[in-house]
């Protein structure tokens, strides 16, 4: 099968890429990433893209006049690369309706919560403070809004008694290592149909 490729957008230590990478490399996803770009200098995202020789690109916010330049010198990166799919691995910038619209079903996020449930920013901590039982991860394709495009999957860990943003962060990073490359061979192998809100898994 000829690989797909896609590009990984991201913002700091990149577990999640390096899960990625980790699968391409024992042959478990026809899929390569051509292009990394970070948002910020020196991040270890950048580092294990070098190791797994992948093309490494910064594009920092503050060096652009606008968020529409910011955006433009991304998606010429992109495009340049010839990646099919943009791919959000803890990119912490929201991207524009213009940028997501560009991208229609296109680009797929990660999430650090059950959505619907805690979308945003500190999504570990809110599962924690709201005294939920389950929390967990989900895989979804990004629309215009906040972590609110059509589920691909998600998985689940217990909340348990005394858990802190920490360690339920950590237990939930473990699940998203293994979501993240799951929902990649699905789109890999076009096993993915969008149908309004719901995406369904061909067999």
């Known amino acids: 099968m000829d690989k797909r490729k896609i590009g990984v957008l991201v913002s700091g230590r990149g577990s999640n890429l390096q899960a990625i990478i980790d699968c391409i490399s024992k042959g478990d996803i026809p899929l390569e990433i051509t292009a990394v770009i970070s948002d910020k200098d020196d991040v270890l995202a950048l580092e294990r893209a070098?190791?797994?020789?992948?093309?490494g690109f910064t594009v920092n916010r503050r060096e652009c006049s606008s968020k529409e330049e910011f955006?433009?010198?991304i998606n010429a990166i992109l495009i340049k690369a010839g990646c099919e799919l943009v791919v959000l691995a803890g990119f912490m910038r929201?991207?524009?309706?213009?940028?997501?619209?560009?991208w229609q079903?296109?680009?797929?996020?990660?999430?650090?919560?059950?959505?619907?449930s805690f979308p945003g920013l500190d999504a570990q901590k809110q599962a924690v403070n709201y005294g939920v039982k389950?929390?967990?991860?989900?895989?979804?394709?990004?629309?215009?809004?906040?972590d609110s495009g059509p589920i691909i999957l998600q998985k689940t860990v217990f909340v348990l008694d005394g858990d802190t943003e920490e360690t339920l962060a950590a237990?939930?990073?473990?699940?998203?290592?293994?979501?993240?490359?799951?929902a990649l061979k699905l789109w890999a192998e076009n096993k993915l149909i969008i149908e309004g809100r719901c995406v369904k898994i061909l067999a």
Do not use: M
Not at 94 to 102: E, T, Y
């Open 50 to 55: 070098a190791k797994a020789k992948i093309a």
């Open 71 to 73: 955006e433009e010198k």
């Open 94 to 102: 929201i991207l524009s309706a213009a940028f997501v619209n560009r």
């Open 105 to 116: 079903n296109r680009i797929i996020n990660i999430h650090p919560a059950v959505l619907p």
């Open 134 to 146: 389950i929390s967990g991860c989900t895989v979804h394709f990004v629309d215009e809004g906040t």
């Open 171 to 182: 237990r939930i990073l473990e699940q998203e290592h293994k979501a993240l490359p799951e």
